[in-house]
């Protein structure tokens, strides 16, 4: 059973459009992340919701948007897309707890290219 | 916030030779230092986690050392395999929501 899954795999659009990217997990876990990881391979931290709640935004352009149905989904919807964009997105998620150790499972990841 | 740094950036060895990778961090208050192994093309994956009431752990191969004064932690891969060949992630955290990674260390092992 896969973990943590996400849809697209690849993704390939035209500066301006606009597209989402679904993520779901089924470890039961309480906590959801979004993920870049550009070109040179640095992964840096976009957002952190538990339970369904925003906990973290690391300053990203509001013309990303998640959204959480519920504590196993998690999805990024992506306004008028830029070159910058392109790189690949990792969904991943954790147990959550304050208290608890965070390891992070990650998702197959969303190859975004913007022509 | 959390200030990470791994060293070296990209580290060459031959197969069946040793490998460290370091990982410095400034906030105190972490208490959780994995290590994430990232293939060609793959999802990051945890390979060794130590917590902050252990000194070393050692799982096969690999090895995870702390040493919480200096504020630092290091992955060690013995003995390596041209399959060790990947990109390396330390992530050391305080168990909250946010999880800062390393600048990843790529590891190339020479057949």
């Known amino acids: 059973d896969t973990a943590v899954s996400q849809t697209p795999k690849y993704l390939v659009t035209q500066m301006g459009n606009d597209k989402s990217i679904k993520c779901e997990q089924n470890?039961?876990?309480?906590?959801m992340y979004w993920y870049k990881q550009d070109s040179k391979k640095f992964l840096k931290i976009m957002f952190s919701?538990?339970?369904?709640?925003?906990?973290i935004n690391e300053t990203v352009p509001n013309r990303f948007s998640p959204k959480s149905p519920d504590k196993a989904h998690l999805n990024l919807h992506i306004n008028s897309l830029e070159l910058g964009d392109s790189a690949v997105y990792f969904c991943?998620?954790?147990?959550?707890?304050?208290?608890?150790?965070?390891?992070?499972?990650f998702g197959p990841g969303t190859r975004l290219t913007v022509l | 916030g959390e200030n990470v740094e791994q060293h070296p950036s990209t580290l060459s060895v031959q197969e069946g030779d040793s490998a460290v990778i370091k990982c410095t961090y400034s906030?105190?208050?972490?208490?959780?230092f994995p290590w994430y192994k990232q293939e060609l093309g793959k999802r990051p994956q945890l390979i060794i986690d130590?917590?902050?009431?252990?000194g070393e752990k050692k799982d096969q191969r690999i090895a995870v050392t702390l040493n919480k004064t200096a504020k630092h932690f290091s992955l060690h891969i013995t003995e390596t395999q041209p399959e060790d060949s990947a990109v390396y992630f330390c992530?050391?955290?305080?168990?909250?929501?946010?999880?800062?990674f390393g600048a990843g260390t790529r590891l190339f092992v020479k057949a």
């Open positions: 991943a998620s954790s147990l959550g707890n304050f208290l608890l150790y965070n390891e992070q499972f």
């Open positions: 470890l039961g876990h309480d906590t």
């Open positions: 919701y538990n339970n369904k709640e925003l906990i």
């Open positions: 906030d105190s208050a972490s208490n959780y």
């Open positions: 130590i917590r902050s009431n252990v």
């Open positions: 992530a050391p955290n305080t168990g909250g929501f946010k999880t800062i």
